[in-house]
């Protein structure tokens, strides 16, 4: 520390011009992590652990609120500017700039994997001989044309949505609780800790998503709260991914739960309520479908407009469409097939997640520190919506 | 036939979005956004004809596949 404070002085433009009150905030994160549960965690993370994941999870839980911390603490300190803007700020230009292109890159790759797995989940399940790029492209101009709107558009449209995939997945897990059997999950920690360690990182890695945090705080109307609201969104998040994990693995045992692709869809098969309530699979579908057609609007509008600032550009807009139909023939080629995916996911994903959402942010924050750099006090002042 | 209809939907986005940059005088942002569908349209035209394009999953994997293995995560 040398004592001096220097306030960093730029081209900081606010690109989209929308406000999002902490209410929205939270549904927004809720949303992503509600899609990435559904999609990665809970398959992924019961090959590795078996019937302790929700050890691993809330020890995922307690560090990715660690890390919520540097992020809250970072916007702050550089009030009205996201994490692309302030690595520049925080590092310089010549390193800066790299640095920042990173987290909307990130983005941008994390709308491959998610846009991937919809894909595959659509033709095994529901839409079987239906061409990959026929679903990813018609989806990628809804995704596209969410993005495009706005995040205050974003905000609200979660808002409303949501709380609903919140409501039917508890629903789903009450309806499913009499055919639980959780003699199932016993004995806890039967290998010891290292199985349930070695899946932190995975869980993690998916959680960290939620870095969006660094996006969202600078039209956040009340900056101060972020911290809180990534808790409830993280916490919520959280819950649902073990209450998915233990019912998967109390109904059809932690074997069978750990080799199948979609766990969550075996306990959406046997809810039934008397006769005439029964094959609720396409009530699951819509959640996942709009979930991650929401996520990946928001993580679409997270790299146009990290893209946008890291090349100093006054609007995000134009570059929303080409990033969407540049994902279309990426999301076909990353993987030859489903084993590549859960070879990825587990083994090189969650090290490349974690150095760019925790490697580069405590980076950036203790350069910012060390330098003694901060950024300037904004008079902007927040709008109620 | 098949190898323009790849090219279309990047060729009507680069020519929407540019163009209305264009006529607001917006070259910076034209350059980027075009330079984006130009690479996108590359890239699919790649996929289609078989080329060897460049694979993300391949770069990551090769960047971090061998400290996952020293961390025991494989």
């Given amino acids: 520390m040398n004592g001096r404070l220097t306030i960093a002085r730029g081209r900081?433009?606010?690109?989209?011009?929308?406000?999002i009150s902490t209410n929205q905030f939270v549904w927004l994160l809720v949303s992503v992590i509600t899609s990435y549960a559904i999609a990665f965690v809970p398959s992924m993370l019961m090959r590795i652990t078996k019937p302790d994941g929700w050890i691993s999870i809330i020890i995922s839980w307690a560090c990715d609120l660690a890390l919520a911390l540097v992020y809250a603490f970072m916007g702050l300190r550089f009030p009205r500017q996201s994490m692309v803007q302030y690595a520049t700020s925080a590092l310089g230009p010549w390193l800066g700039k790299p640095v920042g292109a990173m987290f909307p890159l990130f983005f941008w790759f994390a709308c491959a994997l998610l846009l991937r797995w919809i894909s595959e989940l659509l033709v095994a399940l529901f839409l079987p001989g239906t061409p990959s790029v026929i679903i990813i492209a018609t989806m990628m101009y809804v995704v596209a044309y969410g993005a495009r709107a706005g995040l205050e558009t974003m905000a609200r449209a979660a808002e409303t949505a949501a709380p609903l995939f919140v409501l039917v997945i508890a629903t789903i897990l009450t309806l499913v609780t009499p055919k639980l059997r959780f003699e199932y999950l016993a004995p806890a920690l039967?290998?010891?800790?290292?199985?349930?360690?070695?899946?932190?990182?995975?869980?993690?890695?998916?959680?960290?998503?939620?870095?969006?945090?660094?996006?969202f705080q600078p039209y956040q109307d009340d900056p101060k709260r972020a911290w809180f609201a990534k808790f409830t969104a993280l916490s919520t998040g959280s819950l649902i991914i073990i209450g998915l994990?233990?019912?998967?693995?109390?109904?059809?045992?932690?074997?069978?739960?750990?080799?199948?692709l979609y766990p969550d869809l075996a306990i959406v098969q046997v809810v039934a309520i008397g006769e005439f309530f029964e094959r609720i699979e396409v009530l699951w579908?819509?959640?996942?479908?709009?979930?991650?057609?929401?996520?990946?609007?928001?993580?679409?509008?997270?790299?146009?407009?990290?893209?946008?600032?890291?090349f100093g550009l006054r609007e995000y807009q134009p570059l929303v469409f080409p990033?969407?139909?540049?994902?279309?023939?990426?999301?076909?080629?990353?993987?030859?097939?489903?084993?590549?995916?859960?070879?990825?996911?587990?083994?090189?994903?969650?090290?490349?997640?974690?150095?760019?959402?925790?490697?580069?942010?405590?980076?950036?924050?203790?350069?910012?520190?060390?330098?003694?750099?901060?950024?300037?006090?904004?008079?902007?002042?927040?709008?109620?919506? | 036939?098949?190898?323009?209809?790849?090219?279309?939907?990047?060729?009507?986005?680069?020519?929407?979005?540019?163009?209305?940059?264009?006529?607001?005088?917006?070259r910076r942002e034209a350059a980027v956004?075009?330079?984006?569908?130009?690479?996108?349209?590359?890239?699919?035209?790649?996929?289609?004809?078989?080329?060897?394009?460049?694979?993300?999953?391949?770069?990551?994997?090769?960047?971090?596949?061998?400290?996952?293995?020293?961390?025991g995560l494989v």
């Fill in chain 1, 12 to 19: 900081l433009t606010r690109l989209d011009h929308g406000q």
């Fill in chain 1, 190 to 215: 039967e290998d010891g800790w290292m199985p349930t360690l070695s899946g932190v990182p995975l869980t993690l890695s998916f959680f960290a998503i939620c870095i969006l945090m660094g996006m």
């Fill in chain 1, 245 to 260: 994990i233990l019912a998967s693995m109390s109904l059809i045992g932690p074997e069978p739960a750990a080799s199948s």
């Fill in chain 1, 285 to 310: 579908m819509a959640i996942a479908v709009g979930a991650a057609v929401l996520s990946l609007s928001i993580l679409l509008w997270a790299s146009a407009v990290g893209l946008a600032q890291t």
């Fill in chain 1, 323 to 385: 990033l969407a139909a540049w994902l279309v023939p990426i999301s076909l080629v990353i993987f030859d097939g489903q084993v590549d995916e859960i070879i990825f996911t587990r083994s090189a994903f969650p090290l490349y997640a974690l150095s760019v959402e925790a490697g580069l942010e405590v980076l950036i924050w203790i350069v910012a520190l060390v330098r003694g750099i901060r950024g300037e006090p904004t008079q902007e002042p927040a709008r109620r919506l």
């Fill in chain 2, 1 to 26: 036939m098949k190898t323009v209809a790849v090219l279309i939907p990047y060729a009507v986005i680069a020519y929407l979005e540019v163009g209305a940059l264009l006529k607001r005088k917006r």
């Fill in chain 2, 33 to 71: 956004s075009g330079g984006l569908s130009l690479l996108g349209g590359l890239y699919a035209l790649g996929v289609y004809l078989k080329w060897p394009v460049p694979n993300p999953v391949a770069f990551i994997q090769a960047l971090f596949l061998p400290i996952a293995r020293w961390v």
